[in-house]
């Protein structure tokens, strides 16, 4: 079972350089998530997708677009990577389910530097 | 604004029982999630609370008071392997997770 698969799992970019991060998901999940997780702080929601086609901002969205051109693929882009933008990402995917219980599957991260 | 209050470290001993609190301030409230993230890896679903009361999973069991804004999460019989972070999580009035920073859980033998 893949479950949710994020490519790639490290990358150094230099500042001003863009990327996309890619997130895949087989479980047919309807939401798709990114999120950030920086040292000492809560995991902060950049964009999230409530179907295909469809996306919405989360907390820190500035600096990053995103794409849902298929339901299993969720893709997240940085088009001039600052410092700041250093961080461990992760995608998520979840259904929906009874009572809202569903909780939200994690890839293993993206680790990325820039400079 | 919202906000949730985790310990940032705590430490207990191989066997023992271990509670990890969590307050919460946020718009709306629909459940409360527990998750474990190991070192370097992702997180992982360990509970779900949206009533008052105490759920228990084996060796885990996550209690909620929406009164209070306050839950915890017990780790009994703990093993090395408990050793990780223990994240918690607020689903608001938008349905949106918001996250607390983690509780890292050192277990020494």
């Known amino acids: 079972n893949a479950g949710v698969t994020q490519t790639p799992k490290f990358r150094v970019l230099k500042t001003g350089q863009s990327m996309t991060l890619l997130c895949a998901q087989d479980?047919?999940?309807?939401?798709m998530y990114w999120y950030r997780q920086d040292p000492g702080m809560g995991l902060r929601l950049i964009h999230y997708?409530?179907?295909?086609?469809?996306?919405a901002k989360g907390e820190v969205p500035d600096g990053y677009n995103v794409s849902r051109l298929k339901k299993q693929n969720f893709l997240l882009g940085l088009e001039s990577a600052a410092p700041s933008q250093t961080s461990v990402y992760f995608c998520?995917?979840?259904?929906?389910?009874?009572?809202?219980?569903?909780?939200?599957?994690f890839g293993d991260g993206t680790r990325l530097s820039i400079l | 604004g919202q906000n949730i209050d985790q310990p940032t470290e705590m430490t207990a001993t191989e066997g023992a029982i271990v509670q990890i609190n969590c307050t919460y301030q946020t718009s709306g409230f629909n459940g409360l999630f527990w998750y474990q993230q190991h070192a370097g890896e992702a997180p992982t679903f360990l509970s779900y609370?949206?009533l008052d009361g105490l759920e228990e999973k084996g060796r885990f069991s996550s209690f909620l008071s929406r009164s209070k804004g306050y839950s915890y999460l017990l780790l009994k019989e703990l093993q090395m392997k408990d050793s990780a972070s223990y994240l918690c999580?607020?689903?608001?009035?938008?349905?949106?997770?918001?996250w607390g920073a983690g509780t890292k859980l050192i277990i020494k033998p």
């Open positions: 479980m047919n999940h309807e939401y």
């Open positions: 998520a995917s979840s259904t929906l389910g009874e009572e809202g219980r569903q909780p939200q599957h």
């Open positions: 999580a607020v689903r608001d009035s938008n349905y949106q997770l918001i």
């Open positions: 997708s409530v179907g295909e086609g469809t996306t």
């Open positions: 609370n949206v």
